[in-house]
């Protein structure tokens, strides 16, 4: 089996990666939403891949892998990846979890990033998928600190599209910041647990503040406080001096590009749980490294996925059954989008008691229906799937 093409296409803002080969297997994939430079860099993978045997995974991946980085230059290169096990898996008529090691769990379990579907916490608890943990933003993840006057000592530059993104908060600031932990706590009750993404930005001194004054609710934790999302480093001596004053679970990672960048957070236990997110750490053998790697070490995964569509979705069921038993749930937002009808093999619905179940078809256990995907696709796309 060889490849002759590689393709991507814009389906419904979500760039997707197809994988054309010369025995009509295809391998699929999909990037965040906000990731359209996807599509320009194409041409040089295309360069690269066509002639390869999209089977011998990791002998492909080598060829790549050098051309990605942190979020999000490895998308691309993770996206191939995850649709080169969508080939293996339609080849050997296997699921990628079987080709994977197999699955440990029947279902896993999703938390949801509360607020995306759910206008207040109550409403999320009350909900049919039955949500077991739920993640609400704050700090410099959140808008508050950008509207609200005299909550960060640097709120001079606050405005119209002109954000805040880091710096120390005031007294005001971080007393706001504890209050609506508690709130969101106290709605969600002991049922569901509570998870905050933080940041980045905030000075360690605030987030060793913040972290232990939450400390008696329990959290499931606090993520990105001191470097995450779309930081180009990770400053894991920084994590250690926050994650080892406190009692409440530290976490970061969705922006981190292969293992080798999670070593020293792993190794220096520098924070309590990890995030990777399967399209920009690498693909899913690698986030399945890091995973048993972290376990060795007495650290959680929680792997990210806000925005990798269906097809993201579809990988993080995979590769999350055969991860090891610090797997606490991976990111799932977005319930039963319109959009979902373009393709077939997910569970109906789809979460059931705050777990998604497992299937055993091949690949990534999806497939498009193609006449319903061409509805979705831009007139300069109208050739993806031929």
Request: some cysteine.
């Amino acid at each position: 089996m060889k490849i002759t093409d590689v393709r991507c296409a814009t389906i419904e803002k979500y760039p997707t990666i197809r994988v054309v080969t010369d025995e009509g297997i295809d391998g699929f994939s999909q990037v965040e939403f906000y990731k359209p430079y996807v599509t320009m860099q194409t041409p040089l993978y295309r360069s690269i891949l066509v002639g390869q045997d999209p089977t011998q995974i990791e002998r492909v991946m080598r060829s790549i892998r050098k051309l990605g980085a942190f979020k999000p230059w490895g998308s691309i290169v993770s996206a191939i990846e995850v649709a080169l096990w969508d080939i293996a898996g339609k080849a050997a008529n296997l699921p990628i979890h079987r080709l994977l090691g197999g699955k440990v769990r029947d279902r896993v379990r999703v938390y949801n990033t509360g607020g995306v579907v759910y206008a207040s916490a109550t409403a999320l608890k009350n909900g049919k998928e039955g949500f077991t943990i739920a993640k609400y933003a704050t700090g410099y993840h959140g808008t508050e600190l950008a509207h609200f006057a005299g909550h960060t000592v640097n709120d001079w530059d606050a405005g119209p599209g002109r954000g805040i993104n880091r710096g120390p908060l005031t007294e005001r600031g971080l007393c706001h910041q504890i209050e609506k932990v508690r709130t969101l706590k106290a709605e969600l009750g002991d049922g569901i647990g509570l998870a905050m993404d933080c940041g980045p930005g905030w000075t360690l001194s605030d987030a060793i503040r913040f972290a232990q004054a939450v400390e008696p609710l329990n959290l499931i934790w606090l993520e990105d406080l001191l470097t995450g999302d779309y930081s180009p480093y990770t400053s894991p001596s920084l994590y250690r001096d926050l994650t080892t004053r406190t009692s409440t679970p530290i976490h970061t990672g969705e922006q981190i590009y292969l293992r080798q960048n999670f070593m020293d957070l792993i190794e220096h236990r520098a924070v309590d749980v990890i995030g990777p997110d399967p399209l920009d750490v690498g693909g899913l053998a690698e986030l399945k490294w890091i995973a048993e790697y972290a376990d060795l070490h007495s650290i959680s995964i929680a792997p990210h996925g806000i925005g990798d569509g269906i097809l993201g979705l579809a990988a993080l069921i995979q590769v999350s059954a055969t991860l090891p038993q610090n797997f606490i749930a991976f990111e799932f937002p977005r319930i039963d989008p319109p959009w979902f009808d373009i393709v077939q093999g997910l569970p109906s619905p789809i979460i059931r008691d705050g777990f998604v179940s497992v299937g055993d078809q091949p690949g990534l256990g999806v497939v498009f229906d193609q006449e319903a995907a061409k509805a979705y696709l831009a007139e300069e796309d109208a050739g993806f799937f031929d």
